[in-house]
């Protein structure tokens, strides 16, 4: 009986795993994001979300708070409250509780932080074409990651 690839012998090598080789290209894609970023003085989390609030501008939340963004993020909120600290220091995002329920704290872009979208877009630009990534190639692996992330939040 021929046996199945999860039990075959070479089922544990590093370079047979999914999961280390999203790992490994997910810290490739932030390290090439890094010259771009640092030159807006934003980490890769605070890049995230940057790209949700501006996400906001154009198409409002019902409640543009840390929980929303958290969840949009797949982040809890002991992760983004540094985050969110540091970007409001930065002059980039406004934190406001809310006047119905103390409890949320609701976000907003500066002008600031709004006009940060528009130097991201030609750094972005250059950053694609200096890979050399067909964004044909780009959108089928997203779709292809995308479904595979919906699977695995399903399971929760």
Not at 57 to 82: F, M
Request: glycine share 4%; proline share 6%; net charge neutral.
């Amino acid at each position: 009986m021929k046996p199945l690839p999860f039990e075959r012998e070479d089922a544990l090598q590093l370079d047979n795993q999914l999961c280390f080789k999203l790992y490994a290209a997910s810290r490739a894609v932030i390290r090439a994001y890094k010259p771009m970023l640092d030159q807006l003085n934003l980490t890769y989390p605070q890049y995230l979300a940057m790209l949700v609030l501006w996400e906001w501008q154009v198409v409002p939340p019902a409640q543009p708070t840390v929980k929303a963004l958290g969840e949009r993020l797949l982040l809890d909120s002991g992760t983004l409250t540094p985050l969110l600290k540091r970007l409001q220091q930065l002059g980039l995002l406004l934190r406001q509780r809310s006047a119905l329920d103390e409890r949320e704290l609701h976000l907003g872009l500066t002008e600031a932080g709004c006009a940060l979208r528009e130097q991201v877009l030609p750094l972005r630009s250059q950053l694609l074409c200096a890979q050399g990534v067909e964004v044909d190639e780009l959108a089928a692996l997203r779709a292809q990651v995308s479904q595979l992330l919906d699977r695995f939040m399903a399971l929760r």
